[in-house]
């Protein structure tokens, strides 16, 4: 047969997925060859029958089907399954007697026995052909899409793309809450729903299911607070005083949710008080410290050992449910609401049989809790108020209980676990010994009442910590040093979750358990799913289900089985097994694959050699006489089976076998050759995996685990070092998990797809390479800090002198090998796994063609593994040699200077480097080490940062010194090498170091090539330590040869900090700075500009008093034009200063806002005092000009009140009279002489009184008082804004300088400060972004003045005081600041008038004289620009009117006003107009009655009224209608209806700013009048002014403008003086002729 199978093999062309099946197990079975056409990808096995998935998705079926109704013998070779020829099956599954297909697109075909309604088909006993079936939700018409199907006897589970599981078929296995079997349509088990499922088994009666922990790493879907069937909320809230209440006693009525029952220990089977005091099994909380329980295994009894349960492991769930005796996990409450039925039940219970009780609670006996999501919080009613009857041991446990639970609310898992030590058996021991310890009290004590119920619920609810006993308080914080966990919390791969396969999984199982075959300890059967808990932790990946026994296979390559044993399937002697136990194997075997028949059990596993073997325990086959006995002399025990698994002679020879089924009493492999070593490759790859992850479990268990829960280990390591051991061990656990989630990655390729394409460690290097790197340096930092060394004290009291152990695992061949070596060979180990990545990726290689993209996905990918296990080696030289540096260093200075991450470069205690000029017997020593250079000397030592030194040869002279520059921020070394080599090798590596420090800080460029000098421009970090201004800064940002240099971040000890530009070591330019002020607790804050250190150019100051300064900084100081404002914050309007300061003080023109006082005072300063001219304004309407000294009213001036009471005379004190003066009253009177005291409060008087009026003779003293002669003149006022902006042009003094600088200056500014801007968080409006885009243009300055050139500059000008950033725009911005805070407010005042209109037009001036500056071939005020001679006259026509010239030559006037009032007036002109409108408020007043009393009278009577000529007057013809286009006839009564368009035009007078557009509406206002004269005398027409005057005064009435006074006024004193004699003058002076004839107007 051998022979044959040979030949066969090499005749036939297949070499991939070949078929070889044989029964059982004896010396003589041998295996066939299935043959089919294509290779096998899939094999499943039923009672008598088996299906076959082949490449192409073809499915094949041999063996018994008595459903084939046209089968009369069983086929001796496969036949296919024609019904299926159009689908792409992708996955295939066969239960007892039935079978079953899952397609590409998710659908399920079923065929087969039908009886119990496996088939999901209703109606039908069977199916003889694959048929398809529907998974559709409740209400939902689209089938749900499946991945993976498992049948058994009666019953089959699908696993969906959701991952949730769906059953059908009968029987208690199914997992759903049927009253009725067969269930036809599949149903989702709803007590997975929300978990996340891997994979599904089934036995013939049980079933199985693999579920991802919803852990750290899982995915929680949302909880469930609402009952699945009756829709009821499962948890209620009560508040009582001083309590809340919680109590989840729901009461299903639509169906009885399975409680959970005690696993019986095996001393009691099952007692009858089991339904009662559920003990369970679904998690572990105790306070007990358990005992051992002898039937535990020996090997888990061990592991456990080493820590006292306090709290056993939680498990991954959020917040797990307890293993106490007295609580529930399950959501709903218990089948037996009241507490009297329970007291009765008990009481029946005590003395009844154990048979009776199994039959009258048959149902119960079932029940379990499912411990899903959902029930985490809730604690049951029935148990609680058993409590007291489970007496001392409940309640601690209770209380145990809640404080698990409010360690959940507060810590994460991976802590909890930390807290419950490692302990993977304790769980079950408490377990056990907890339900033999409630059976014993059970049916004892009496039930108490519900003050018990009340407190143990209060004690569950989280931040209610004081009630927690103080015993289990201190029990929970004891041992600080083991509280760490050795399980990652996130998975290796947070961000790859669903690549990575999860090794954190869960079991469970549900159905008929009489065998044991449910792993719960006991042989119950369950109804719904339940978690095995002793398989938690254990990270099972695969299980498989037998007929009645199930198999776990774990990621650390071990196998867990139980159930019956009868044939010795299990592969151990524990007969049955109610709990998973580890079959046994020899050391060394490493089971990859597993599955179970109905009496036997095939495991694939690892040997020693590169292709895999078979082991196989259970049923023996009987075959010829002899070779029996044989047999059974040698492994059997009568029974006939093994009783530990067996090797299989025969599986060398089936080749590289990829998975092994077992079903029924039948054996198949699936096998592949290996050609070009492709697959012995890939199995090797894997298997070495497998073998790495073993060997890393070990190590954490019997090294890692063992030296972190040492009492004594911080105080041998110190708190540094065990800081560190735990971040090593933290590391390795990740690498471990890494390789554990590669491992079954593997696993997996090999059982389905063995190709390249999905290998892990190809398509995420990136993740293993920085896992290794990690790891590397965390093992490095610990050798360096002498943790290896430091271990041995440890090490020997775990194991032993001759630690036989740590050789073992670290490989070590030598013999007495120290301790501290054997460690760090132990840890380094991984290192060497990164080489084996890198020859196996090679060897995968070369069996691809070189041009494929395969072969070069897998050499680059070694090629990387190649690099970094050279990179490690090079990391692990240099601890090594920093290590024995330190040994050998002197003591003093080890202990600063030694930090994990430092590593020895070089040193030259051989004097190959010293200072220039050193003294004779001075000793200098220098160390670099990758993070700093240390000057050491006797006893003191110094320590250079690299990222802050920068180092340089000094030129070779012909004193032959081999000299180097070391420049750092605060010292500069001349460093001497004693040769020109060593000279070189220190720059070299001193550049290296500084190169790889900066680059390792995150430097832009990715890492230079060695050759290359470190950038002598850098981003780092330093502090000074040198006294002076820096002395303990910190500074972070840019550098430059070794100076702050760029953007950066200044902060002192003392809380000043500094953000902003640097310029060689000096803040310059913009830059935030921010001082704190110890007497107010707040911060004294600057934002502006720097010059060399100090604060220079524009910035704000807000002081910690509430002081806020706007304006110039010069060296630091106020200086310049700048705002004051001030005042306690809870006043809106503090008091205001602006103007000039000179070192600090207000020196200069300025005004003075005193709100406090109502008081403003403009005029001079100096040394923050009022001194010189000034004038004052209050609230109350007095108004003072004259003198000032020493900040008050001394000397000559003038006092006007607000009813014209006026003083001219000498003063001596603000508001005192003292010496001579006049005092004249509103009505001409005056008094002379001398006065003496305040204004407003009784004046002493010595003089004359005289009263004008009666002597004509003094007629010519009728005195009106002259204002503005003691006040500063106009253009005194803000110079320092001025020379502001003059400076701003590079100009020292008022047009002094060069204009071409000037225009570089205003390029400069616009271009810096728009990218300040930028940076900033504001976004600049698109218009304002567009003006500075326009202004970045220089228009062009030089060459003569044309009117087109003229315009242009217009438009520069108006764009240019648009935006602040230019320094005309600044300028304007100021002087409309300036004007508005002098003239508004108190600063309305009548008799500022004058004032403000001379402001204005010294501003006029000025502004004119820069723009004159900056296009210098502007013509002066009032010179001419000649007209070009081609225009045509229409042209001239639609020039704009402000600047028509009246002059009879064609030209242009250039005035100030023409080109700066339109920029400057629109700003100024609401406190200018209040100012006119309070003067003129008079003569308004008398005009505007006149207005409204002559506006009353009907257009005709008001035009007669006031002379118009009857020839203007619109005629009136009322018979006809009017023709289209024609206005209304006037007759006599109608109003408003004369000259209204020309009314409408003048109205536009209020709506314009500058006189000469106010002008222009005058102008249109007459062409309105005459265009309507004229079309009423139809012919053309001249005016003269007797003709016109009334017609212009009829439309002024009418037009009705409120305040034409003030208008009349503003247009006189700042229209264009070139105007006034023109047509525009003529039309100006018409205008006010109408106003003073309105005010006089009579009415007769």
Not at 554 to 582: C, E, F, I, K
Not at 679 to 699: G, P, T
Not at 1447 to 1474: C, D, E, I, N, Q
Not at 1504 to 1528: D, H, M, R, T, Y
Request: proline share 6%.
């Amino acid at each position: 047969m051998e022979a044959q199978e040979k030949s066969s093999a090499d005749d036939d062309g297949g070499e991939r997925g070949l078929l070889h099946s044989w029964r059982g197990y004896s010396y003589s079975v041998v295996p066939e060859r299935l043959l089919l056409p294509r290779p096998v990808l899939q094999v499943a096995l039923g009672a008598q029958h088996g299906v076959l998935l082949a490449e192409g998705g073809q499915v094949y079926t041999f063996g018994e089907m008595p459903w084939k109704q046209t089968q009369a013998s069983p086929p001796t070779k496969p036949t296919p399954e024609n019904a299926l020829s159009g689908q792409r099956v992708v996955a295939v599954a066969a239960g007892s007697f039935h079978s079953g297909a899952v397609t590409e697109d998710g659908s399920v075909h079923m065929w087969g026995d039908n009886a119990a309604g496996q088939c999901g088909l209703s109606g039908l006993s069977c199916v003889p052909n694959p048929t398809p079936v529907a998974l559709l939700e409740p209400g939902g018409a689209q089938s749900v899409p499946v991945v993976e199907l498992a049948c058994g006897e009666k019953h089959s589970l699908a696993l969906s793309a959701q991952r949730e599981v769906w059953a059908w078929g009968s029987g208690c296995q199914l997992g759903l809450n049927a009253a009725v079997f067969p269930v036809w349509k599949p149903q989702k088990v709803e007590q997975l729903a929300g978990r996340w499922v891997l994979q599904v088994a089934c036995g013939a009666s049980h079933s199985l299911a693999l579920v991802r922990c919803v852990g750290p790493d899982g995915i929680q879907r949302p909880p469930v607070d609402k009952c699945n069937q009756c829709n009821q909320l499962l948890y209620t809230m009560t508040d009582k005083e001083d309590h809340v209440i919680i109590s989840d006693g729901h009461y299903c009525p639509m169906g009885v949710e399975a409680r959970e029952d005690p696993p019986p220990s095996q001393t009691l089977k099952a007692s009858p008080s089991e339904p009662i005091l559920p003990s369970h099994s679904s998690s572990a909380s105790t306070a007990a410290t358990p005992t051992p329980d002898p039937t535990a295994d020996p090997e888990e009894f061990q592991k456990a050992g080493t820590t006292t349960a306090t709290l056993p492991p939680s498990d991954s769930d959020p917040a797990p449910p307890s293993k106490a005796a007295a609580s529930t996990s399950s959501a709903k409450s218990s089948p037996y609401p009241g507490e009297k039925e329970v007291k009765e039940y008990l009481r029946k219970l005590s003395d009844a049989s154990q048979t009776e009780a199994k039959m009258a609670n048959g149902g119960l006996h079932t029940l379990q809790t499912p411990s899903s999501g959902r029930g985490q919080s809730a604690l049951n009613h029935l148990v609680v108020s058993c409590a007291s009857a489970v007496g001392e041991r409940v309640a601690s446990t209770y209380e145990a209980l809640s404080l698990k639970r409010m360690m959940n609310f507060y810590l994460p898992s991976s802590r909890l676990e930390a807290l419950g030590g490692a302990s993977d058996g304790g769980a079950e021991r408490v377990r056990r010994e907890e339900s033999v310890q409630a059976k014993k009290s059970s049916s004892t004590g009496d039930i108490h009442e519900e003050e018990a119920d009340g407190l143990r619920r209060r004690l569950s609810l989280p931040g209610l910590l004081s009630q927690v006993s103080p015993r289990l308080l201190r029990k929970m914080g004891r041992s600080r040093t083991r509280a760490f966990a050795l399980t990652p919390t996130g998975g290796g791969v947070p961000e790859d979750q669903e690549v990575f396969p999860t090794l954190q999984t869960e079991v469970w199982s549900w159905g008929h358990g009489e065998h044991g075959e449910l792993g719960h300890g006991d042989n119950l059967d369950r109804l719904q799913p339940l978690c095995i808990k002793s398989l938690n932790k254990k990270e099972v990946i695969r299980v498989s289900a037998g007929a009645h026994h199930s198999v776990a296979l774990t990621a650390q390559s071990q196998v867990y089985s139980w159930g019956s044993n009868l044939s010795g399937q299990l592969g151990h002697m524990d007969t049955p097994s109610t709990v998973p136990r580890l079959a046994k194997l020899s050391e060394g075997i490493r089971v990859w694959d597993a599955s179970a028949g109905e009496r036997h059990t095939l495991l694939l596993a690892d040997g020693d050699c590169i292709q895999p073997i078979i082991y196989y325990s259970g049923q023996q086959v009987k075959e010829a006489g002899g070779e029996e006995e044989e047999v059974e002399e040698e492994d059997e025990r009568p029974g006939g089976y093994t009783q530990q698994p067996v090797l299989l002679p025969f599986c060398m020879n089936l080749g590289f076998v990829s998975s092994v089924v077992a079903g029924g009493r039948r054996c198949v492999a699936l096998s592949d050759r290996n050609v070009m070593g492709f697959i012995s490759s890939l199995h090797e790859l894997a298997s070495a995996e497998r073998k790495f992850y073993c060997k890393l479990c070990d190590v954490k268990s019997q090294v890692l685990r063992p030296l972190l829960e040492l009492e004594s280990l911080s105080s041998a390591l110190g708190p540094a070092a065990t800081e560190l051991l735990q971040t090593l061990a933290g590391r390795f656990s990740l690498l471990s998990h890494l390789t554990g989630q590669h491992a079954a990655s593997l696993t997996a390729n090999l059982r389905r797809g063995r190709d390249v394409s999905s290998l892990l460690v190809l398509e995420h290097a990136s993740i293993f390479l920085d896992v290794y790197n990690d790891y590397c340096s965390t093992v490095g930092n610990f050798f360096v800090m002498g943790g290896f060394h430091a271990l041995t004290k440890p090490s020997l009291d775990i194991f032993g002198k001759s630690p036989e152990l740590l050789q073992r695992l670290s490989e070590c061949s030598e013999e007495n090998t120290a301790t501290s070596d054997l460690l760090v060979a132990l840890f380094y180990l991984p290192t060497q796994h990164l080489h084996e990545y890198g020859r196996l990726l090679l060897k995968l290689a070369t069996c691809f063609e070189v041009s494929s993209s395969d072969y070069q996905k897998l050499q680059d990918s070694c090629s990387k593994f190649e690099a970094l296990t050279l990179q490690l080696k090079r990391k692990r030289k240099e601890a090594e040699y920093t290590f024995h540096f330190w040994k050998s260093f002197p003591g003093k200075m080890t202990d600063s200077l030694r930090k994990p991450h430092r590593r020895l470069i070089y040193e030259s205690s051989n004097k190959s480097l010293t200072v220039q000029n050193a003294g004779r017997f001075s000793v200098n020593w220098f160390i670099l080490f990758n993070d700093s250079l240390v000057h050491a000397q006797f006893s003191t030592h110094h320590i250079f940062a690299l990222t802050t030194l920068w180092v340089e040869p000094t030129p070779e002279d012909d004193s032959g010194l081999h000299g180097l520059k070391v420049v750092t921020p605060e010292e500069t070394l001349t460093l001497l090498a004693s040769s020109s080599a060593e000279k070189t090798k220190w720059l070299r590596a001193i550049n290296q170091a500084v190169d790889q420090a900066l680059s390792g800080a995150g430097r832009d460029a990715g890492g230079s090539a060695s050759k290359s000098d470190p950038p002598i421009s850098r981003t780092a970090s330093y502090t000074f330590y040198k006294d002076g201004r820096l002395k303990d800064a910190t500074y972070e940002g840019r550098w430059l040869a070794g100076k702050p240099h760029g953007r950066g971040i200044l902060k002192w000890p003392d809380g000043r900090i500094y953000t902003g530009s640097f310029k060689s070591g000096l803040e310059d330019g913009f830059g935030e700075f921010a001082c704190p002020n110890k007497l107010l607790s707040k911060d004294d804050l600057y934002q502006g500009y720097w010059k060399e250190g100090k604060m220079h150019g524009l910035g704000t100051y807000r002081y910690a008093s509430g002081e806020v300064y706007d304006g110039s900084f010069q060296d630091g100081v106020r200086q310049g034009h700048g705002m004051l404002r001030s005042g306690k914050h809870n006043t809106s309007s503090p008091s205001v200063f602006i103007g000039q300061w000179l070192q600090d003080k207000k020196t200069g023109y300025g005004v003075f806002d005193d709100i406090t006082k109502g008081e403003k005072y403009m005029g001079m300063w100096q040394d923050h005092q009022r001194q010189g001219k000034g004038v004052v304004v209050t609230q109350f309407g007095l108004y003072y000009e004259g003198a000032f000294k020493d900040n008050k009213m001394m000397g000559t001036g003038i006092l006007l009140s607000e009813d014209d009471t006026t003083y001219e005379g000498e003063f001596s004190d603000d508001w005192t009279l003292s010496g001579k003066g006049i005092l004249t009253i509103p009505n001409g009177d005056y008094l002379e002489g001398s006065f003496n005291g305040e204004w407003g409060s009784g004046l002493k008087v010595t003089g004359s009184y005289f009263k004008p009026n009666l002597f004509d003779a003094e007629k010519d003293r009728n005195r009106a008082v002259k204002l503005g002669r003691l006040s500063v003149r106009a253009e005194e006022k803000w110079q320092a804004v001025f020379e502001e902006c003059w400076n701003q042009l590079g100009c020292e003094a008022p047009g002094q300088g060069e204009h071409l600088k000037a225009w570089e200056n205003i390029a400069v500014a616009l271009t810096s400060r728009r990218q300040q801007i930028q940076d900033s968080p504001e976004v600049l409006s698109r218009s304002h972004s567009k003006t500075l885009e326009g202004l970045e243009v220089i228009p062009q300055h030089e060459g003569p003045i044309t009117i087109e050139r003229y315009h242009s500059i217009r438009l520069y000008l108006l764009k240019a005081c648009d935006t602040t950033l230019h320094p005309l725009g600044r300028l304007v911005e100021t002087l409309v600041t300036v004007y508005r805070m002098t003239y508004v407010g108190v600063g309305a005042n009548r008799r500022l008038l004058p004032q403000a209109v001379n402001e204005i037009k010294s501003y006029l001036c000025r502004i004119f004289q820069i723009v004159r500056f900056l296009f210098p071939d502007l013509p002066e005020e009032g010179g001419l620009i000649p007209e070009p001679t081609a225009n045509l006259p229409e042209e001239n026509q639609e020039t704009p009117a402000d600047t028509r010239s009246e002059s009879p030559k064609p030209g242009r006037v250039v005035s100030s006003s023409a080109l700066l009032l339109p920029v400057l007036l629109p700003r100024l002109y609401p406190p200018l107009f209040t100012l006119y409108a309070l003067e003129k408020e008079k003569e308004d007043d008398m005009y505007w009655e006149c207005v409204l009393r002559l506006n009353k009278q009907p257009d005709l009577a008001l035009l007669a009224f006031l002379g118009v000529q009857q020839k203007f007057w619109p005629v009136s013809i009322p018979n006809s209608l009017p023709a289209p286009g024609e206005k209304l006839p006037v007759i006599s009564s109608s109003k408003d209806a004369c000259f209204a368009s020309a009314v409408e035009t003048l109205q536009q007078i209020s709506t314009t700013f500058t006189p000469s557009d106010k002008l222009q509406v005058i102008q249109l206002t007459f062409e309105e009048i005459t265009q309507e004269v004229q079309s009423l005398l139809k012919q053309d027409f001249l005016w003269s002014m007797d003709d016109l005057f009334p017609v212009f005064l009829y439309v002024v009435l009418r037009a009705r403008i409120r305040n034409l006074g003030s208008e009349v006024s503003l247009i006189e004193d700042l229209m264009d003086p070139c105007v006034q004699h023109g047509e525009h003058g003529i039309m100006f002076t018409t205008l006010k002729a109408c106003y003073y004839q309105i005010q006089h107007e009579k009415v007769t």
